[in-house]
């Protein structure tokens, strides 16, 4: 694209000359274009990341919700065993 621009500004009629200015905008915009795909990857990236720590996290809580509903169950259980046995 530089080189159609170069040729453009070296012809010096002010068609070509807004040819190639409207060239370098639309290069312009497309780079920051570029470059905000890749910052929204980016941050989409890290949330899925954040996303996946918490959910681990909470998987972690639940099993340990569990275990320890496990272990009062089954002391109730052994608990009543005993009122029932006397």
């Known amino acids: ?3 159609l621009v170069q040729r453009l500004q070296s012809e010096r009629s002010p068609i070509c000359l807004e040819a190639a200015r409207e060239i ?5 915009m497309l780079r920051e274009a570029k470059a905000e795909i890749v910052r929204l990857r ?7 990341q954040v ?3 918490r959910a681990k996290e909470i998987v972690d809580l639940r099993m340990q919700l569990a275990k320890s509903f496990a272990v009062d169950v089954s002391m109730i259980s052994r608990l009543s065993r005993k009122s029932t046995d006397r």
């Open 24 to 28: 370098e905008r639309t290069a312009s």
């Open 1 to 3: 694209m530089t080189d």
């Open 42 to 48: 980016d941050a989409k990236r890290r949330a899925m």
């Open 51 to 53: 996303a996946d720590e």
